[in-house]
């Protein structure tokens, strides 16, 4: 929309930029946002008159410029949702013990248990808030946990 800027075109670039921000808003309230958490920045590509020479500008100039466009950037404030720390949001959890997986793998222990079978899941497949933990001989006593730093797999 490349035209000179004058009072009777600002109502045009106005209208415009309400539509693009009505736009913004709706898609970013279709994503849980309030407008309480919207903040919109507007751009405008211009040339002044007598210039070829294109200008990036978030403010007015009093001299005759040419609009090639204009748009918004919208930025959201996602701090001021009220939301549960993850720990807040462990401890609340209903935990639900995973079903019988169908696979099982031999993994090694290097705390002197060796090679031990253990259940495969897949991720995709368990859902949320579920406890899926094999239990496991190590230092004396059964406890639960995941084996990251001390499990590898078995090799034939």
């Known amino acids: 929309m490349r035209s000179r ?7 045009l670039i106005n209208g415009k930029l309400k539509g693009l921000i009505d736009r913004s808003t ?3 309230q279709s994503q849980g ?3 309480e958490q919207l ?5 405008a590509n211009i040339r002044f008159e007598g210039s070829d020479t294109a200008e ?3 403010s007015p100039f ?3 410029v040419y609009i090639d466009d204009v748009r918004i950037g919208t930025i959201t404030s996602a701090s001021r949702i009220a939301e549960k720390s993850p720990l807040q949001q462990f401890k609340d959890a209903k935990l639900r013990e995973a079903s019988a997986s169908t696979k099982q793998t031999q993994v090694f222990f290097d705390s002197g248990t060796g090679c031990r079978s253990a259940p495969v899941y897949k991720l995709k497949d368990l859902g949320s808030n579920v406890r899926a933990v094999q239990s496991c001989h ?3 006593r059964d406890s639960d946990h995941s084996g990251q730093s001390f499990m590898r797999r078995c090799t034939s």
Do not use: M, N, Q
């Not at 800027?5 to 109502?11: C, L």
């Not at 903040?39 to 751009?43: A, G, H, K, P, R």
């Open 62 to 64: 009093e001299r005759p």
């Open 5 to 11: 800027f004058s009072e009777r075109r600002a109502s």
């Open 26 to 28: 709706k898609e970013l």
């Open 33 to 35: 946002f309030t407008e």
């Open 39 to 43: 903040i919109y920045e507007v751009f």
């Open 56 to 58: 990036h500008s978030t």
């Open 138 to 140: 190590y230092h004396g």
